[in-house]
């Protein structure tokens, strides 16, 4: 069974353009979560997917937002770029409500 | 801000030793603690959880202990090997974000595990 699928891996952006992450979960996983991991802050909740709805979502400003589709993908997205949002945004899946999600390797941005 | 956090930063031990990986949190309404592995170039990977009505429960080589009078968290690891080297993170939750899904996790800044023959 193919795990959580992120892409692309690695990018390079700079100040004010915007970034868009995709996520492909486990195949029969519903839910879908991000999370933006940096050295300074740690792993921080960006945003909970559930059938195409958002259950939750962080405290991060609204550039960064996101969607799911109906055969479970989601993407993010993060417009005017900073600095600061240099990071790796996970992305996660789950079947149930559990804290056993399998989380994807990552998108490592990099803002210049 | 986030309320987990660890005690130790690094943690070194030699192979076939018990590791103690400690945690603290200061959110009392938290009732959903999980454990996770961080290895480099990795997302993390669950390890084992634990609800607020228990205080104890093992897995394979693995064990986690809560003691919610004082808010820790501990995971213990026995005969750790070399395999067991990454970063381990605590994470909590609580029912008031979850429903149907899990909602949102609160990690932990994270131990380095080094193991060392």
């Known amino acids: 069974k193919a795990g959580v699928t992120q892409t692309p891996r690695y990018l390079i952006k700079t100040r004010g353009q915007q970034v868009t992450l995709s996520c492909s979960p486990i195949?029969?996983?519903?839910?879908v979560s991000w999370y933006q991991q940096t050295p300074g802050q740690g792993l921080q909740f960006l945003f909970e997917?559930?059938?195409?709805?958002?259950?939750n979502k962080g405290n991060f400003p609204g550039r960064f937002s996101g969607r799911q589709f109906s055969n479970s993908r989601s993407e993010m997205n993060v417009s005017t770029l900073e600095l600061g949002d240099s990071a790796l945004y996970l992305c996660?899946?789950?079947?149930?409500?559990?804290?056993?999600?399998?989380f994807g390797e990552g998108s490592r941005l990099t803002v210049l | 801000g986030e309320s987990v956090g660890l005690h130790l930063p690094t943690l070194s031990v030699q192979e076939g030793d018990n590791s103690i990986i400690n945690c603290a949190y200061s959110?009392?309404?938290?009732?959903?603690f999980i454990w996770y592995k961080q290895e480099s170039g990795k997302g993390p990977q669950f390890i084992i959880d634990?609800?607020?009505?228990?205080d104890k429960r093992q897995g394979q080589r693995v064990t986690v202990l809560l003691n919610k009078t004082v808010k820790h968290l501990s995971l213990q690891i026995a005969a750790t090997q070399p395999g067991d080297s990454a970063v381990y993170f605590c994470?909590?939750?609580?029912?008031?974000?979850?429903?149907?899904?899990?909602?949102?996790?609160?990690f932990g800044r994270g131990t380095q595990l080094t193991v060392w023959p």
């Open positions: 996660a899946s789950s079947p149930r409500n559990t804290g056993e999600l399998f």
């Open positions: 195949s029969g996983h519903r839910s």
């Open positions: 997917y559930f059938s195409e709805t958002q259950r």
């Open positions: 959110n009392s309404a938290s009732d959903y």
């Open positions: 634990i609800r607020s009505n228990m």
């Open positions: 994470a909590e939750n609580y029912s008031g974000d979850r429903g149907s899904t899990l909602g949102r996790l609160y």
